[in-house]
């Protein structure tokens, strides 16, 4: 048989082998079904751990505005239409480095970070231009050489052909 005790705020609860021999009768409920980012009705779920607290930083309000326009932007490419919300939002995180320290990381050492004017300016351009961009990408290779006797190593561009 159990025994119960009040200790102040505290309660200590003995318990026997014998209580532990019987199985519990508790009932627990249904665990309720977490909707995630996008809920039924096709709004977005603020309160979504996959938004790692994006919505409530500092630059919240520039966030739900560049990540609503994108959800609900019907332009082709789809959020071509956000260039000046996403705009806002990427100079409200520069003024909070702290904050927002990785993304920030990721912009400057020419990671993940997204420039998406680049990435329109981009999509704009003549496709002759862009063929001929990409083929000039592929023709020029740097090969790195050291002089005799020398300490450090010159970088010589050599054409392919």
């Not at 209580?19 to 009768?25: K, V």
């Not at 249904?30 to 790692?52: F, H, K, M, V």
């Not at 003024?95 to 990381?105: H, I, S, T």
Request: with cysteine; hydrophobic share 30%.
């Amino acid at each position: 048989m159990s025994l119960c005790k009040s200790f102040g705020k505290d309660k200590v609860i003995f318990v026997t082998a014998e209580d532990h021999a019987t199985p519990s009768t508790v009932v627990l409920p249904e665990p309720e079904a977490s909707p995630g980012l996008i809920l039924d009705n096709g709004d977005i779920n603020w309160n979504c751990p996959c938004l790692g607290g994006m919505a409530t930083g500092p630059c919240g309000v520039e966030f739900r505005e560049a990540f609503s326009c994108f959800h609900y932007s019907e332009a082709q490419p789809k959020g071509s239409d956000c260039y000046d919300a996403f705009k806002t939002m990427q100079d409200c995180m520069a003024n909070y480095p702290g904050v927002y320290k990785q993304n920030l990381q990721d912009d400057e050492d020419g990671g993940t970070g997204m420039d998406l004017g680049a990435m329109l300016d981009e999509d704009e351009e003549d496709p002759d231009e862009q063929t001929l961009k990409q083929e000039d990408a592929h023709v020029s290779t740097e090969v790195e050489h050291s002089k005799p006797g020398a300490g450090s190593p010159t970088t010589v561009a050599q054409k392919v052909n």
